[in-house]
């Protein structure tokens, strides 16, 4: 069942139903902008990921900006994307199962699609589903720049699945994806700068061994929120997969002195209990704030403190300054804003004060 | 959007398509059985918490097996129960919007409505909701006997808070909320008999107070998975809110040698990647199994350990046994229930490795 829209356009945002994720126009659009900004003289393209925003219409404003498509880490998310009218999406991920690789196949009649690979059995079963449709797939092969997680090693095994792939009658092979994870939430500029030039230089080799067998990559994509400006200047990466830059979170923002992105997304929560002078409680615990990267934080609230989440509470600390009362409804930034925008149906747009629009979230919950 | 089923009715268990929620319907309704069991000696009655399992297919099995009603935190879980045939709910939260209010006024023509309040002002708004509505809301005092979340004091203050109640026009005093959700999660038996005694000994007080003032109490409930045998024992409460032994999951199953609750529910998710001898890389990451209480534990794979979470992706150590290959699906027991039941929109109902059902998780995402 979706849940009801929890507001309308012109209404006030106090007025807004809790708990509800506000989208902050006015902030959003100077972070598309940035991020246009900061690529347009690295030539390096954004294909923003769509596991960040699950929404068509927050990609389809990224294109218009210059992004040239949409990277997704589930079919169900490029089906979203592609019945929204998206064009051009990558699955930035492995796909295994031969009914996902059957709904991916028919979607490309749709969209302009890719996935990608780290195993021989796995590109066997691409070629067999798109066999099966009669047409042909593109697949890149994802390489370890150093994250641990999939891939296969940079070198030689990426250039033997590559000409895997380039020798599979209905495959092309579409380049390499190469996005170190685990970088982007390194706590120090340095640190991710380090394990980026590393990635960078194994990102290059490939690309050059797989050039002297003939085989050329139209996507050398990768790159996150916390690391882009380094794979945007490398002149090895091409494509540019960042997805949290156009709403920041805490865990983001805690990174940099001064980060180049605005907060543009909260979750309204309201003050449903006040059992203690020094204690409150909102209508928001980790069902609408996920923990995995920490408590979110009161917006522009100073004193107060979330230090504490329940299945639908969270506890706020009163520490000093302008304590909340009963009903009050307040700001919070989201510890992580992909798990928080993916609990959610609906973004409401906000624009000085007013409810501007409701943005269905058509990708929520969109796992498989 | 809804999503897609994962399954149809008759396909095998390694048909579905993951990740999936799977109930295992023999340890599903052994547990039913179990606790009706465990509380008929007692007198006390079942009121199941819907946060938990937030579908009316699985209440109307908890009435049909003796439960009086259901339990809910947010009056967006209460319509979902209502409109599908439960006639008695008790949302064990407080509620302060108006707009909230109105909603529970409305509903409470389809179904029996309780609320739970700790402040007098809160009180005001209730009366107000149940005068514009034109009909009589019953509301219970929460009080605070050790979490140290909502709650009024036990005592005076439960008591004035009672009269208040009981002297608006519009209200009927429905008895105690005393439930005890941190105790749930104490490690230790003895811990937990320890915070439970306490709360019972508070609880008892008050009742005995209110009596004093005229004032019964319909309902005196509390109690989870992890204590209710206490306050099932206790002759003071007389409604027991437990959710999770319906299911159980790896955080309450880590509190008891011998649970007395098999696990019921599973995610069913895919071998994605397997990069690494050691390693293997599963389709469910923190958005399909959320990790406010820890891990998902692999389910009868020894050897095999979930070991880190990001979005999409879980990390799967291979320390011995049979490694999983390429496509393999494993079950999962979720680290907690509630906020993983909470990401889906079907249970898919197995038994005998077949798919016998599928269920539509109504509440889903019913946060306001």
Redesign the interface.
Known sequence: ????P?AEPGMREDEV????LILDLDAFEANLDAMAGFLAPTGTKLRAHA?THKSPIVALQQMRRGAVGQCV??V?EAE?LAWGGVTDILVS?????P??LARLAALTRLSKVALCA??H??VA?IEQAAEAAGLRMTVLVEI?VGA?????QPGPEAVALAQRIAGSPHLIFGGLQAYH?SAQHIRTPAGRAEAIASAIEQTRRTVEQLRQQGLDCAIIGGAGTGTFRHEAASGVYNEIQAGSYAFMDADYAANEEAPPFRHALFVLA??????RAD?A?L??G???L???SGFAKPWQRPGLRYVG?????G?LRVEDGVAPV??DKLRLVPGHC??TI????WFVGVRGGRVECLW?I???????
């Open positions: 069942m979706l849940q009801r929890p139903d809790t708990p509800a596991k880490q589930k169900a979203a991920n492995e796909v295994v199962s009914k996902k780290d195993n059995d796995a079963l370890d641990g997680r999939c891939g296969v994870g309201q003050v449903m209990s006040r059992p204690f409680v209508d928001a980790h069902k609408a996920p923990t995995d989440a329940s299945d639908e509470h506890n009963l009903g992909d798990p993916d609990r959610y149906d269905p058509a990708a929520r919950g969109a796992m498989s």
